[in-house]
Every structure is written in structure tokens, then in C-alpha cells.
T-cell receptor
Framework: DAKTTQPTSMDCAEGRAANLPCNHS???????VYWYRQIHSQGPQYIIH???NNETNEMASLIITEDRKSSTLILPHATLRDTAVYYC????????????FGAGTTVTVRA | KAGVTQTPRYLIKTRGQQVTLSCSPI?????VSWYQQTPGQGLQFLFE???????NKGNFPGRFSGRQFSNSRSEMNVSTLELGDSALYLC???????????FGQGTRLTVV
């Protein structure tokens, strides 16, 4: 399975865009990149996922590099409620697309 | 649409007892997965059920088991509880393998 590497923590200012990087240099062509977040004491929340193309929804945008070795989750206008742990996960058909959570990035949005 | 519902929200059990946790998925979702979350180990995958069959399993001892009913509701059981089983147990449902999994609020189990 492709491993992911994320920074341990990052801060961003309220109202600004938050860019969360993820490295997945060993990803295979049929493996998907998923992003989840977990706000303290709640269940994880699905944000977005993609295979090759960039994706956007009401919550965020996902930018995947052309070689697919890394991606960036963009929260366009961060609010205090976006403070959470963000997980970048690679889902592979080889393990039945199991969701395997790493340590994630603790994002703190400051006023 | 109602979200994923887990019951009970909180539970206190004594070492050696057994416990059953329940999960009602989002209507129409046929896949239910279970996770254990502890401060030391983070979020760890327990197992996944799809159409009443276990489709995937994590690295947990046989004391941890689960099942899924025909209406997609799922239960997980932990027998012979140990102090280390104290954790937040999360259930997630999805419509298919690649769908975004939607999580419940979890059951906080404390073993004393």
C-alpha cells in the first residue's frame, strides 16, 4: 500500500486559504487519494477524493500533481471551525480499498 | 437523510465482561466498517461488512467480532474485555467501495 507523509501540524489565519500537503510518492495508478478530517471528539468527516484529476466540492479543492506523487488539500477560506486533524489516505484495490488512517496533520485556524 | 447512528454513546464495563455495540448506517448504504481509536494507536481498522459478509479484517484478536444484518445494521462484540480495550469505537457506512465513508459519533467504551 502507498504510504502517505503529512506535516505534523500547521497554523493558518482565519479567512485565508489553508493548503495542506500530502506526499504519496509510491502511489500506483489505480489508487485513490482521500481526505478526511476529525474535529475533536467527533467521528471523522469525509472531505474529498480523487484519482488523477483535480477535484472541487463545497468543502475543499484537491490538487493532485501530474506524476501523482503528491497532493494538496485547499480549504479556500479557513474558519475557526476548520480546526481539526486532517488525514490524507491512499485507498488501494489491493487491500479492498481499506481506509487506513495515519497520524494526520493537526491544523489550527487562528483568529 | 439521517446520518450514521451508534448506540450507546458511552459505556462503562468491567474487565472480563463482554460488550455489544450497535451501528445503523445511512439508508441505502450496504457497507459498514468499524474502527478503534485510542490516544496511543490512533484510528485502527477493525473490520468491514458488506451485504452481511465480512469483506475485510484488521489485525485485532479474535475477541473482537462483528456481524451485519439484512437491513445493513451492524453490531460489534468484544469478549473478555481488557483495560486496553478502552477506546472510542467508530462505525462508518458507505454505498460502495469507493464511496466516501460517513462516520458516526462513536461509542466511548471505558473498561475498569
Amino acid at each position: 500500500d502507498a504510504k502517505t507523509t503529512q506535516p505534523t501540524s500547521m497554523d493558518c489565519a482565519e479567512g485565508r486559504a489553508a493548503n495542506l500537503p500530502c506526499n504519496h510518492s509510491t502511489i500506483s495508478g489505480n489508487e485513490y487519494v482521500y481526505w478526511y478530517r476529525q474535529i475533536h471528539s467527533q467521528g471523522p468527516q469525509y472531505i474529498i477524493h480523487g484519482l488523477k484529476n483535480n477535484e472541487t466540492n463545497e468543502m475543499a479543492s484537491l490538487i493532485i500533481t501530474e506524476d501523482r506523487k503528491s497532493s494538496t488539500l485547499i480549504l479556500p477560506h479557513a474558519t475557526l471551525r476548520d480546526t481539526a486533524v486532517y488525514y490524507c489516505i491512499v485507498r488501494a484495490p489491493s487491500n479492498d480499498y481499506k481506509l487506513s488512517f495515519g497520524a494526520g496533520t493537526t491544523v489550527t485556524v487562528r483568529a | 437523510k439521517a446520518g450514521v447512528t451508534q448506540t450507546p454513546r458511552y459505556l462503562i464495563k468491567t474487565r472480563g465482561q463482554q460488550v455489544t455495540l450497535s451501528c445503523s448506517p445511512i439508508s441505502g448504504h450496504r457497507s459498514v466498517s468499524w474502527y478503534q481509536q485510542t490516544p496511543g494507536q490512533g484510528l485502527q481498522f477493525l473490520f468491514e461488512y458488506f451485504s452481511e459478509t465480512q469483506r475485510n479484517k484488521g489485525n485485532f484478536p479474535g475477541r473482537f467480532s462483528g456481524r451485519q444484518f439484512s437491513n445493513s445494521r451492524s453490531e460489534m462484540n468484544v469478549s473478555t474485555l481488557e483495560l486496553g480495550d478502552s477506546a472510542l469505537y467508530l462505525c462508518a457506512s458507505s454505498s460502495d467501495r469507493l464511496g466516501g465513508a460517513f462516520f458516526g459519533q462513536g461509542t466511548r467504551l471505558t473498561v475498569v
